[in-house]
């Protein structure tokens, strides 16, 4: 058996698990963050003190251990460049776990690392060349070409939510307007949701939010859509315009075999997913000559972060 | 040495070159295109044996023959699917090649031809990873990463120009709306350019056009931007903002170490260049934290057909 260890950095906790050539997790191990980087690395290495210790392994039988960050990271010098949301800056994390396990350390984005454990053992896992987007409160992306991470020059690329959907649309986090992250993310579909409820108020998604605004969900516009109400099926239907516009966006560039939907959205499952293929198949001239690119959503959940990152130690 | 033969297929000629191992063209030749497919593999044909004859060489001391075509190709199958100014449809061609020289056979999309022949031997020869726009009657795009050519899945990506900029932009001849092509080729800024002077009857750019709105052309605003008329430096700065943020959402996918600009527009050089290296540093985040995207304008001219083609052989 080949045993990985894959370490999940989050926001809120760092998750590592033990996983076996299969991408199983065997055991696994979740820790809240602490305040600063050295005192998180310090219980991310006492996790996997207890993952060895919990499964009578040695270091020594661990063919290594993987990291995915919420944030900008190195791959090449293995150093973490910044994590917003945990205040790290240009912390040197491969060294730093290298110098207690002598075994091969390999760090990547957490988007990208989420596309790969989908297309190493998730849902896309038949498909050699597979991109995806996490519809979160911003959107992440990941590329896996001919089955092998790419993360763009320095580790640096792969912000596929960072394309311009329309040059004069709202402002974006990145100092840009109109990207893709503006129209897609769930914070964008919040913000859409509410304001076609503010120009509705008749809607069913003021019943579906008990009348408080503040309620509103990536679900609201979806569910209400569903049982018929027309101002939800109206944001749903221009949502799913946004999406597959930048879905063609980036087939055109790649023409991957499967496009990944992950993140919160991608729980609409085939709801979701039919509207976007039938979107891409009527307007992708690409389509005419090409393979159909799959649109899927995500079959992993919140084990891709541990599985990708062990993937990265292949 | 190590002999190349690379083809280059126009719309209005088809010309080959007999290239050595530093990618100098050593002998060149040139037919008009025939008006079918058939005729043209036969002129093809032809013309390899005729750079063969004129330097006493033999097909055995050839290492391969590379060819770029306008329009959709199949790398892996050999097969040309659609070159629509040609009319061809489904034309084994690299089959048809082999059946008579028995040497390696390469086909690829000539805007990818054009940038794997600026990223192995000009402009970008430096570099791992560069992106290239050719910039005339449309917007070709192609891909060197890791200094070899990539053109997406079953060879069929690639195409940089059909990535949407405005959503709600003017129609695209690939069927979209607001594609960048719609707003960098030279088509597009031919209709800027227009727009500007029927807006401002006294802009220099009618003297430069003697009065005749049908001369301008894609040098037209520039040169009068470069004179100092306020009308042709809107239309300049206008289109360098459009061309920085289709480019700069190409950094944040790829973070290229290079992105070169080929096609007439490219024939402005640093003037063009300055301007939009200095617009994506105000404006790319990706910036802060990586090394900073050469953008650069093409060096190997009418040229890059030919060696391009003949590198695909490597």
Redesign the interface.
């Given at each position: 058996m080949d045993w990985t260890i894959g370490v999940d950095i989050g926001g809120m906790s760092i998750k590592a698990g033990l996983v076996d050539d299969n991408g199983k997790i065997i055991k696994e191990c979740r820790e809240k963050t602490a305040p600063n980087a050295d005192a998180c690395i310090k219980n991310l290495l006492n996790q996997i003190n207890f993952l060895l210790d919990s499964n009578q392994l040695t270091i020594k039988e661990i063919s290594g251990i993987g990291v995915g960050c919420p944030g900008?990271v190195s791959p090449d010098t293995g150093i973490v460049?910044?994590l917003p949301n945990l205040g790290w800056v240009n912390v040197p994390l491969v060294k730093k776990i290298q110098e207690v396990f002598e075994v091969p350390v390999k760090i990547a984005n957490d988007a990208s690392v989420a596309a790969l454990a989908e297309a190493t053992y998730g849902v896309a896992k038949e498909y050699?060349?597979c991109l995806m987007f996490t519809l979160g409160t911003g959107v992440g992306?990941g590329?896996v070409?001919d089955k092998k991470l790419?993360d763009?020059?320095?580790g640096?690329?792969?912000?596929?939510g960072?394309?311009?959907?329309?040059?004069?649309g709202e402002p974006c986090t990145?100092?840009?307007r109109?990207c893709v992250e503006t129209f897609v993310s769930a914070t964008a579909l919040i913000k859409q949701t509410k304001r076609a409820m503010l120009s509705d108020k008749d809607s069913a998604m003021w019943r579906y939010c008990e009348g408080n605004i503040e309620k509103v969900s990536g679900k609201t516009a979806f569910e209400c859509a569903k049982n018929g109400d027309k101002t939800a099926q109206k944001v749903v239907d221009d949502y799913v315009m946004?999406l597959s516009?930048?879905i063609?966006?980036?087939l055109?560039?790649?023409?991957?075999?499967a496009f990944i939907l992950g993140g919160g959205i991608s729980l609409q499952g085939k709801y979701l997913t039919d509207k976007v293929t039938e979107y891409c198949e009527r307007?992708d001239?690409?389509y005419k000559?090409?393979?159909k690119t799959k649109i899927l959503c995500a079959s992993l959940g919140n084990d891709a972060g541990i599985i990708g990152a062990s993937a990265l130690i292949k």
């Open positions: 900008a460049d910044f050699n060349n992306g590329m070409l790419y763009g020059g320095y640096r690329g792969g912000e596929l960072h394309i311009v959907l329309d040059i004069n990145c100092g840009r109109g946004y516009e930048s063609m966006s980036f055109n560039v790649f023409r991957p075999d307007f001239y690409g000559s090409a393979p």
